[in-house]
Nanobody, 131 residues
Framework: QLQLVESGGGLVQSGGSLTLSCTAVDGSALDSYVLGWFRQAPGKEREGVSCISSSGLRDYYVDSVKGRFTISRDRTKNSVYLHMNSLKPEDTAVYYC???????????????????????WGQGTQVTVSS
């Protein structure tokens, strides 16, 4: 059973930056998985933020973070990252890393599948953006 662990969350002022990291707890290879980042704010449903293909060549962003967030993966470090810039108070949430063994593409474009389609999850890391 793959277990993921996130790090890098914290408190930042509006306009600031954070980079979240995610890796496998036991060092299991993440190469074959599509990796995604989700977030959940209090009282709201879990929202897909971004995902990246196993090759790293394709990615997806929800509209609200396009141009501000960048997802990347490093095979040598067996990790996936979410680089977050120009943070806004509405980005405040617990951010989760997830891995998907099978994934859908739409005419070659990576799609953000719903949370229930992802197979493995981390425990989450809190991101708080103050105004």
């Amino acid at each position: 059973q793959l277990q993921l662990v996130e790090s890098g969350g914290g408190l930042v002022q509006s306009g600031g930056s954070l980079t979240l990291s995610c890796t496998a707890v036991d060092g299991s290879a993440l190469d074959s998985y599509v990796l995604g980042w989700f977030r959940q704010a209090p009282g709201k449903e879990r929202e897909g933020v971004s995902c990246i293909s196993s090759s790293g060549l394709r990615d997806y962003y929800v509209d609200s973070v396009k141009g501000r967030f960048t997802i990347s993966r490093d095979r040598t470090k067996n990790s996936v990252y979410l680089h977050m810039n120009s943070l806004k108070p509405e980005d405040t949430a617990v951010y989760y890393c997830a891995a998907d063994t099978t994934h859908s593409y739409n005419n070659g474009d990576l799609v953000m599948e719903p949370a229930h389609d992802y197979d493995f999850w981390g425990q989450g890391t809190q991101v708080t953006v103050s105004s």
